[in-house]
């Protein structure tokens, strides 16, 4: 497979963003599906984005910006998606042309909700795309570290791993390396539970758990990721690797992280919806702990940090009450 020809970045948020910045490092001009015509002409008018990273300023010359979901599809050989997966499913039902000669690459860490499907999966039912054109992005990389150049890394991976090769090109400059694997599902997986451990650990950090606990937690989590991924899909991996531990690790820490922000928020003594309305952007692990929770009634993993956010966010369990009895469970 050549490189992936016009490629369209789909979606105008920061992660959307910082895609676009790295993709116009590599390669001569983009298209950019941005649902809202007022956030297309403010950009054009500033050269920047208007709602999100406004540092990262664009040459608008290299642009072609859309506002119509089919006619970006149309002109474009490979697809970027980015938008937060609770909304996913909505853009989507606006989509009339085919995709099943497109490339799509995801780059949301989320599943689409009432479905439980992951992305991939969903482009590959619903829209029949070949799952060897199905490509996640993965990997401890925060949108605003790239806004800032600072040297960060991201895992490519593709059931077809020569395809993964050929689009890594893409997203390889000066601040930024990658690396290819075949680990499609145990990656977008990771992706979804590294944010529900990211609002534990905020939950933790907001009620003044500190350091020594947070490690021994983020231990945990670990270990419990391990056991759900390899109990979904056995593929050898290693969770040690920094699409895995990493992206938790950053996740976790990070004050760029928005779950861990929204779980600190809660730690703190906000209610659930009122954390939620305080956001200013989506924070998919309230989503990901219901959805990954229903999944897991299939495979019966033990996911004690898991049920415990679960009993917090959706059973409006004290949060000191279920801290503390998972402390318990913890070695």
């Known amino acids: ?16 963003t910082a895609l676009a910045k790295i993709v ?26 208007p709602s999100y990273l406004s540092a990262i300023k664009f040459d608008t010359d290299k642009i072609k910006f859309y506002t119509d979901i089919n006619e970006v599809i149309k002109e474009s050989n490979t697809l970027i998606f980015a938008t937060p997966s609770p909304f996913l499913k909505q853009h989507l039902m606006k989509v009339t042309t085919s995709m099943k000669d497109k490339f799509i690459i995801s780059a949301i860490k989320g ?3 009432d479905e439980n499907m992951l992305v991939a999966d969903y482009f590959a039912e619903y829209y029949d795309v070949p799952i060897d054109n199905i490509a996640v992005i993965g990997g401890p990389c925060h949108a605003e570290e790239i806004a800032l150049e600072r040297l960060s890394y991201i895992t490519l991976a593709c059931p077809n791993i020569e395809n993964a090769k050929a689009i ?8 930024l390396n990658n690396s290819c694997c075949k680990d499609v599902t145990g990656i977008e997986y990771a992706s979804v539970l590294k944010n529900v451990y990211a609002i534990v650990a905020g939950i933790c950090h907001g009620m003044k758990y500190g350091d020594n606990f947070l490690a021994v937690f983020i ?20 969770v040690t690797d920094s699409v895995y531990l990493g992206d938790l690790l950053v996740t976790a ?21 009122i954390a939620q309305l305080e956001m200013e952007m989506i ?29 917090i966010l959706y059973e409006k369990k004290s949060p000191t009450t279920a ?6 469970t913890f070695k």
């Open 219 to 238: 231990c945990n989590a670990i270990e419990e990721m391990r056991n759900f991924l390899n109990a979904v899909h056995g593929l050898e991996r290693d």
């Open 24 to 49: 116009l490092s590599t390669q001569d001009s983009i298209n950019w599906y941005m649902r809202r015509p007022d956030q297309v002409e403010e950009f054009m008018l500033l050269g920047h984005n």
């Open 283 to 311: 924070a998919e692990g309230y989503y990901g702990t219901k959805c990954i929770r229903e999944i897991n009634e299939k495979y019966k993993v033990n996911m004690p940090i898991l049920d415990t956010l679960y009993s």
């Open 168 to 175: 890594a090109p893409v997203f390889k400059n000066q601040y």
């Open 111 to 113: 599943i689409v909700p």
């Open 1 to 16: 497979m050549k490189l992936p020809g016009k490629i369209a970045i789909m979606g105008g948020g920061s992660w959307a």
């Open 253 to 273: 820490y990070s004050r760029f992280s928005r779950n861990r922000t929204f779980g600190t928020m809660i730690g703190k003594g906000y209610s659930v919806k």
């Open 323 to 328: 801290i503390r009895q998972l402390t318990e």
